[in-house]
């Protein structure tokens, strides 16, 4: 039986790590909103999971993996769930609690991106929050995204197993697990959003940079990455290129 | 061999969850940066253990559960692992999986609480963002907690299962769970850092409000918010009171 993802069609969002884990593991899934409506998919079928009052434990939001009768919302939540089902975590309980760890940070980082273009409400355009915008993503990326950078790389560089793909850096165990990828697409995601202060970000992170170009070469995501199954970014998602948000960095003064 | 809870002495903050969840359990624990320096506890612990370079898998942050060789940071993750250890979630993997995703959800909620003081950065005081914060928290108040408590009061009504305790709402199974513990939690929070806008929220989530009254009724629960042990709500945790973020609320207008 097919998993079924259910997720809004037209953005890459918080379903796209979900995504990556099901194209590159070769599963076999169905992307319900972006499917036929006579077919009882499409939007109708993604309203109907989230308003569902005969639902006992209802989703929140999507993005909702559905496999048979299980559903399960919360990205970080599906991507436990998948990770030893498509062999993207090993077998040990250790293993994929380190796995969902890192994927809970990923989140994080994921959560203060969104900040900094709606900082003041989800609920509001970003044009109503645009000075706000400007100073939370200022914040973010002389604060908070190089200690989330450092993190990443420290947890590449210490890891003792090597990688298989010409040793390329990985953060669980030496095989290409499902937070590899959801470090791949945050990396997309910083350059896509910030592609002038990503780039000296990322400068300092040789392991996160290897481990992303690394991933991008796996098989079946360089398929997925060149099919229309993959959304190109736009500014209805979590990273949103807004050039005020991403001002040319100042050369390092010298005291 | 007792738990050992890393987490910043003075505040509720996060590690309050997973505080509520030993304490509830009557699980032997140290509260490690609250202990005594000389026993090698206190605040150089906690920042060894943050800043420990020989540990290859590094916690982000705080909250982090050490249990003998595990260990484990996220909040939810802890609770996840937490939970049937202490008997605080059922054995089944979809009861598990459920709780899971009502924590994550629960946490969704606290960085949205978060975001209401500090909507521009965490990096910058509150005082520096305070305009922005009045904005945050209307649409908070407005448009994302009655969402989320809604969601809250469906998933325990819902519930086919009844509590034991005076028929008590619980979110998974018919017994305490780790989630109920940390919506009890999340109830107190907005009480105190929304006096007047969490009543009438809450008004309209009376499942939510007995729930939070059976938990604070629990015997182990009740006797820890009397102890010292439960450090009061003050404005250096998630949950603060600024009284400008928490205006009268306005009576509903006839259209």
Chains 1, 2 share one sequence.
């Not at 009052?53 to 939001?61: E, H, L, N, S």
Request: charged share 20%; aromatic share 8%.
């Amino acid at each position: 039986m097919n998993y079924q993802l259910h997720y809004w069609p037209h953005i890459q969002g918080r379903g796209e790590f979900v995504r990556l884990a099901l194209e590159a593991a070769g599963a076999p899934y169905v992307d319900v909103a972006r499917g036929d409506e006579a077919a009882g998919q499409g939007m109708p079928a993604l309203h109907g999971l989230l308003q569902d009052k005969t639902q006992a434990r209802p989703p929140f939001a999507c993005p909702v993996l559905v496999d048979d009768k299980r559903v399960i919302a919360q990205t970080a939540a599906i991507l436990y769930y998948l990770g030893p089902r498509l062999k993207l975590v090993g077998r040990s309980e250790v293993d994929q609690a380190w796995a969902h760890q890192v994927q809970l940070t990923i989140a994080d980082v994921v959560n203060e991106v969104h900040n900094t273009h709606h900082p003041i409400s989800a609920a509001l355009h970003f044009e109503d929050q645009q000075a706000e915008a400007v100073r939370a993503a200022q914040a973010f990326l002389a604060h908070r995204l190089p200690k989330y950078l450092a993190w990443f790389e420290a947890a590449l560089r210490r890891n003792p197993a090597r990688g298989g793909d010409g040793n390329a850096p990985r953060l669980v165990g030496g095989r290409l697990s499902y937070p590899d990828l959801s470090l791949f697409q945050l990396v997309e995601g910083l350059r896509y959003a910030f592609p002038l202060n990503a780039g000296k970000a990322l400068a300092k992170a040789p392991a996160v940079r290897a481990l992303h170009a690394s991933v991008a070469q796996q098989k079946r995501v360089a398929t997925y990455l060149a099919s229309p199954r993959r959304i190109a970014f736009n500014n209805e998602g979590i990273f949103r290129h807004y050039p005020a948000l991403d001002p040319a960095p100042q050369s390092p003064t010298v005291e």
